[in-house]
T-cell receptor, first 114, second 113 residues
Framework: ETGVTQSPTHLIKTRGQQVTLRCSSQSGHNTVSWYQQALGQGPQFIFQYYREEENGRGNFPPRFSGLQFPNYSSELNVNALELDDSALYLC?????????????FGSGTRLTVV | AQSVTQPDIHITVSEGASLELRCNYS??????LFWYVQSPGQGLQLLLK??????LVQGIKGFEAEFKRSQSSFNLRKPSVHWSDAAEYFC???????????FGGGTRLMVKP
């Protein structure tokens, strides 16, 4: 079975621009969660998608938005990029929205905002 | 609100020595607790988890952790560290709603030959 795939692996954007990050969930998984990991910190929960609906959101502004598609892949969109958005963005998929079912994390997308 | 504290930002141990990484959590009910490891440029890999039952849980790569409710702790241990264990380790607690993890700040482990 394939794991969680994220694309791109790295990208550089200019402040004020918009970015879309992509995540292909592991086969058989219907839930995708997104986390932001700033340099030297632990990951922070952005939001979760379960069966194409947002199922919980962390303390992130509305310019962070997402989508989940019928094949359970997902996108994270960030508008009006700020310098502080520079981070590693991690996608995790699971077979349930509950944490006790276990998450499989991707290797992340490293976003640099200049 | 739930929170996780990992008091040690960096730890250096010699190869073959024992290891203990500390984790303290704050949570209003019986927590779901996790330890993850992250190698450079990689995502997170689950080492072990605790939901209920036996307070000493075994994980992959020879790691174990002990849940101590009275101390609000979930420390990670390994009896003999290998050079390949050098990585960043994160403790996390699961939410009541069950849909998010709250991570600590991480502990970077370095292994001396």
């Amino acid at each position: 079975e394939t794991g969680v795939t994220q694309s791109p692996t790295h990208l550089i954007k200019t402040r004020g621009q918009q970015v879309t990050l992509r995540c292909s969930s592991q086969s058989g998984h219907n839930t995708v969660s997104w986390y932001q990991q700033a340099l030297g910190q632990g990951p922070q929960f952005i939001f979760q998608y379960y069966r194409e609906e947002e199922n919980g959101r962390g303390n992130f502004p509305p310019r962070f938005s997402g989508l989940q598609f019928p094949n359970y892949s997902s996108e994270l969109n960030v508008n009006a990029l700020e310098l502080d958005d520079s981070a590693l963005y991690l996608c995790a998929s699971s077979s349930s929205q509950q944490v006790n079912y276990g998450y499989t994390f991707g290797s992340g997308t490293r976003l640099t905002v200049v | 609100a739930q929170s996780v504290t990992q008091p040690d930002i960096h730890i250096t141990v010699s190869e073959g020595a024992s290891l203990e990484l500390r984790c303290n959590y704050s949570y209003g009910a019986t927590p779901y607790l996790f330890w993850y490891v992250q190698s450079p440029g990689q995502g997170l890999q689950l080492l072990l988890k605790y939901f209920s039952g036996d307070t000493l849980v075994q994980g992959i790569k020879g790691f174990e952790a002990e849940f101590k409710r009275s101390q609000s702790s979930f420390n990670l241990r390994k009896p003999s560290v290998h050079w390949s264990d050098a990585a960043e380790y994160f403790c996390a607690v699961g939410s009541q709603a069950g849909n998010m993890l709250t991570f600590g700040g991480g502990t970077r482990l370095m292994v001396k030959p």
